[in-house]
């Protein structure tokens, strides 16, 4: 334990200059991940482009990551404000932004994909980008809960795709799932874990399975929070008091659920359901559907199982 605290550490301490052999990055998608990851890889001295779909959406990413950079330096400089300023400014310089990701590829050593969880979408992106990425660049997934395999089929470079599963909230929480398929080649997988290192995430190495190792273990104990409440054993807060005070989690299910978005909730879900409808933790749940039917999508939309203040 003590150990692995210390390997923490010294990754958080993480300085710039210390890329390795990824130098430009691209992530696509500037949503609550995308703009996590591209935060936290310029914070590390990677050159970034982020793309999305309109100015519109990558300013408000741009004014989210300045107002998580705050909070960070208000720590990390606390006794000297000016060098805070500093550190903020030369991490938004690393950042560029684009609305065509065709073009923001093409000089990329990696691309992290972090656009909305649908196979389809994923697989009509990437099909793109590999006619215009460089044949050495590196494609990734940051998906929850999509096969890396099925959304790799869709390109003619299989061997160099692999996974980079990260988690909500990206500067904050230290690992990192490198997922491998079965044709991820060696250089592949080590360039992404050194990578991830370098970004000063902890990493560990997955195979390509449903939910790799966090999700197949915290999205069914989430949903089974919400078969909870439909059944009229217990309500949410108790449930969420009983599962910080009790188990010693940092949110309780319905706050990380919130938090994590409950169209992403369903995503996973409605897709685990497709792939395996006999498997009773994967059976759909009406009110998560009812929820999100309303567009209370959680604390992006300033209600889920909570009121928020947006
Ligand atoms: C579904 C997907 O595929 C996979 C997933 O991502 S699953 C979700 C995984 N994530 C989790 O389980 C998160 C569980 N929650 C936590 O660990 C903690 O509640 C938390 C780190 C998010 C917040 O910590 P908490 O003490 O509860 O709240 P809060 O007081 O707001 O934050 C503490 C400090 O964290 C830092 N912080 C939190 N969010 C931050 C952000 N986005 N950027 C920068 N700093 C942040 C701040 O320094 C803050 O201090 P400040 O108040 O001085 O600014
Ligand atoms: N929310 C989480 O806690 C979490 C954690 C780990 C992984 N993930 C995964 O990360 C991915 C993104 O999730 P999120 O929560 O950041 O979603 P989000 O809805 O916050 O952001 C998605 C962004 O992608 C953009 N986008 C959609 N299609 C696009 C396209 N074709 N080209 C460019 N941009 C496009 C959207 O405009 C949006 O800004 C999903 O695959 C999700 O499963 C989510």
């Not at 210390?18 to 949503?31: A, C, E, F, M, W």
């Not at 970034?48 to 960070?72: A, C, F, H, P």
């Not at 078969?227 to 990380?256: C, Q, T």
């Amino acid at each position: 334990m003590a150990s692995v605290c210390k390997i923490v550490t010294r990754q958080l301490s993480t300085s710039v200059g210390r890329q390795g052999p990824v130098k430009y990055l691209t992530v696509i998608g500037s949503g609550l991940m995308g703009s996590g990851i591209a935060q936290v890889a310029a914070a590390t001295g990677h050159n970034v482009t982020l793309v999305d779909q309109t100015d519109d959406i990558l300013n408000k990413s741009m004014g989210n990551m300045k107002k998580s950079l705050e909070r960070v330096a208000k720590k990390k400089y606390a006794d000297n404000p000016k060098d805070g300023e500093e550190f903020i400014s030369g991490v938004m310089g690393r950042i560029s932004t684009n609305t065509d990701s065709s073009k923001a590829v093409e000089k990329a050593d990696l691309v992290i994909e972090a656009i909305v969880e649908n196979l389809g979408v994923k697989k009509q992106l990437f099909s793109a980008l590999d006619k215009a990425a460089p044949q050495h660049t590196i494609f990734t997934s940051n998906t929850s809960s999509i096969p890396i395999t099925d959304i790799a089929a869709s390109t003619q470079r299989r061997d160099r795709f692999g996974g980079l599963h990260y988690f909500n909230p990206v500067p904050m929480m230290k690992l990192l799932e490198v997922v491998r398929t079965s044709e991820t080649n060696d250089e592949t997988f080590n360039t992404l874990m050194e990578f991830g290192k370098a970004m000063g995430k902890v990493t560990v190495p997955c195979k390509d399975t449903a939910g790799f190792i966090v999700n197949r273990l915290l999205v069914p104990y989430m949903l089974e929070a919400v078969r909870l409440v439909e059944r009229g054993d217990a309500a949410p807060r108790d449930i969420d008091v009983a599962m910080k005070l009790g188990a010693g989690y940092p949110m309780g299910p319905f706050e990380l659920s919130d938090y994590v978005g409950l169209d992403t909730m369903k995503f996973i879900l409605d897709g685990w359901h497709e792939r395996d409808p006999d498997h009773p933790l994967f059976k759909p749940s009406a009110l998560l559907n009812k929820l999100v039917g309303e567009g209370k999508l959680g604390m992006k939309t300033g209600e889920g199982f909570y009121k928020h203040k947006k």
